[in-house]
C-alpha cells in the first residue's frame, strides 16, 4: 500500500471519533459564551454634578475557560476603570486594575469596599429611570455588555453587600 493510501485509510477510518460538526459546535460554543453582569448597580452620587461614581455588581463567569476583563466604556461617562480597594498599613487605598481575571465557573463581586467600576466624567446626571449601558472587553477580543440599574443613597445602602 503506497504512503498516500495509507494515510487516506486512517483518515477515513478516523473521521467517525471526531465528527466535524461536534468539533464545529464545541468551537462555536466556546466563541459564544462569555461572562455575564449580575443585578449591576450605581449609586445615584448626592450632587448632580459629581465628577465620578461607581458600579458594582457580580460578574459571573459560565464559561469553561477563564476570562479576563481588560477594559470597560459607557456611553454615559468619559471614562471607565477596574478598582479595587483595600486597607493597608491601616490606610483605606484604592488602585487601578490592569485587568480582572474570572475563572471558568467562578464570579467576581463588585462591591463597596473591594473590586468595582469607577466610573468618571458622567455626560449627564444619572437617573433612577435610565439604566447606565456598559460594554467589557476581554482579553482574548471577545466582548460582552451589561447595564447598571441607578439606585438612590437609601436603595443603594439597604442592598449593598
Known amino acids: 500500500m503506497n504512503k498516500t493510501a495509507m494515510l487516506l485509510s486512517l483518515a477515513l477510518c478516523a473521521a467517525p471519533l471526531f465528527p466535524v460538526d461536534a468539533v464545529a459546535a ?95 466624567q458622567p455626560a449627564a446626571a444619572l437617573d433612577a429611570a435610565k439604566p447606565v449601558a456598559l460594554h467589557f472587553v476581554l482579553k482574548d477580543g471577545r466582548s460582552f455588555d451589561a447595564t447598571l440599574a441607578v439606585r438612590d443613597a437609601a436603595q443603594a445602602t439597604k442592598t449593598a453587600p
Request: hydrophobic content about 45%.
Open 26 to 120: 464545541q468551537a462555536a460554543d466556546a466563541d459564544a459564551c462569555v461572562p455575564v453582569l449580575k443585578d449591576g448597580w450605581v449609586r445615584k452620587p448626592p450632587m448632580a454634578n459629581a465628577p465620578m461614581a461607581a458600579g458594582f455588581g457580580t460578574i459571573e463567569n459560565p464559561c469553561k475557560a477563564p476570562a479576563e476583563i481588560v477594559s470597560a466604556q459607557s456611553p454615559a461617562f468619559a471614562s471607565v476603570s477596574l478598582h479595587q480597594s483595600m486597607q493597608m498599613n491601616g490606610m483605606n487605598m484604592m488602585h487601578e486594575l490592569q485587568s480582572l481575571p474570572i475563572a471558568a465557573g467562578k464570579s467576581v463581586t463588585l462591591q463597596p469596599g473591594s473590586y468595582h467600576l469607577m466610573l468618571m
